[in-house]
T-cell receptor
Framework: SAVISQKPSRDICQRGTSLTIQCQVD?????MFWYRQQPGQSLTLIAT?????????ESGFVIDKFPISRPNLTFSTLTVSNMSPEDSSIYLC????????????????FGPGTRLTVL | LAKTTQPISMDSYEGQEVNITCSHN???????ITWYQQFPSQGPRFIIQ???TKVTNEVASLFIPADRKSSTLSLPRVSLSDTAVYYC????????FGTGTRLQVFP
C-alpha cells in the first residue's frame, strides 16, 4: 500500500493570500487526485494530476484558483489562491491503487489531509 | 456523474452486525463497487470492493445482487472503533463520493 504525506497538516491564513499544499507519495504513481472536504460534508474532486500533463479540473474548479503542479511521479502541489473564508476546508490528495481489479481510479489511497482555515 | 444513495446515519451497539445498503442505479457494466471508511481528521480508507455476488475480507462483507443496482456493506460484530462515515462509490473514470453513512456505535 502507498504511504502518503501532506504538508502542512493545518494552517490558518488571511483572506487574499495563497497557500501551497504538498503531497508526497512513497512510490511512483501515474495518477494523483486532489479533493476538498468542507466541514461535515462529503469529498468533492477538484482535479486529476498526471505527471507530464496539465491537470484536469472538475466543474466548478479552475486553474487560476487552484493551480496544480506535478513535477514527478511521487509529488504534487495544490495552491489555493486569493483565499476567502469559503475556502476553509480539508484538502486531501490521493493516488490510485493498481493492485486491485476495480480499475485505477476506483481504489485510492488518501493522504491525511490539510485543514485550512481562512480568516 | 456517478450517483449513489445511502442512509445519512445509522446507530448500533457493540457486538451487533451492521448492514449499510447503497443504491447505484446507473452503474455501468464495467464498474466495480468500492466502499471506503473515514474517521474524523483522516482521509478515507479502502474497505472492500466487489463486482457481483459476495466478497468477504477480514474487515467486512459486500453483497451485490444480480442486477448490481445496489450493494450492502456488512460489518460483523461492530465495536466502538467502527464509528465512522462509510461511503460507497463506483466509477471507472472518476471516483465520486456521495453523502456517506455516518455510523455511530454505542457501548
Amino acid at each position: 500500500s502507498a504511504v502518503i504525506s501532506q504538508k502542512p497538516s493545518r494552517d490558518i491564513c488571511q483572506r487574499g493570500t495563497s497557500l501551497t499544499i504538498q503531497c508526497q507519495v512513497d512510490s511512483q504513481v501515474t495518477m494523483m487526485f486532489w479533493y476538498r472536504q468542507q466541514p461535515g460534508q462529503s469529498l468533492t474532486l477538484i482535479a486529476t494530476a498526471n505527471q507530464g500533463s496539465e491537470a484536469t479540473y472538475e466543474s466548478g474548479f479552475v486553474i487560476d484558483k487552484f493551480p496544480i503542479s506535478r513535477p514527478n511521479l511521487t509529488f504534487s502541489t495544490l495552491t489555493v489562491s486569493n483565499m476567502s473564508p469559503e475556502d476553509s476546508s480539508i484538502y486531501l490528495c490521493s493516488v490510485e491503487d493498481l493492485s486491485l481489479a476495480g480499475g485505477s481510479t476506483d481504489t485510492q489511497y488518501f493522504g491525511p489531509g490539510t485543514r485550512l482555515t481562512v480568516l | 456523474l456517478a450517483k449513489t444513495t445511502q442512509p445519512i446515519s445509522m446507530d448500533s451497539y457493540e457486538g451487533q452486525e451492521v448492514n449499510i445498503t447503497c443504491s447505484h442505479n446507473n452503474i455501468a457494466t464495467n464498474d466495480y463497487i468500492t466502499w471506503y471508511q473515514q474517521f474524523p481528521s483522516q482521509g478515507p480508507r479502502f474497505i472492500i470492493q466487489g463486482y457481483k455476488t459476495k466478497v468477504t475480507n477480514e474487515v467486512a462483507s459486500l453483497f451485490i445482487p444480480a442486477d448490481r443496482k445496489s450493494s450492502t456493506l456488512s460489518l460483523p460484530r461492530v465495536s466502538l472503533s467502527d464509528t465512522a462515515v462509510y461511503y460507497c462509490t463506483y466509477n471507472t473514470d472518476k471516483l465520486i463520493f456521495g453523502t456517506g453513512t455516518r455510523l455511530q456505535v454505542f457501548p
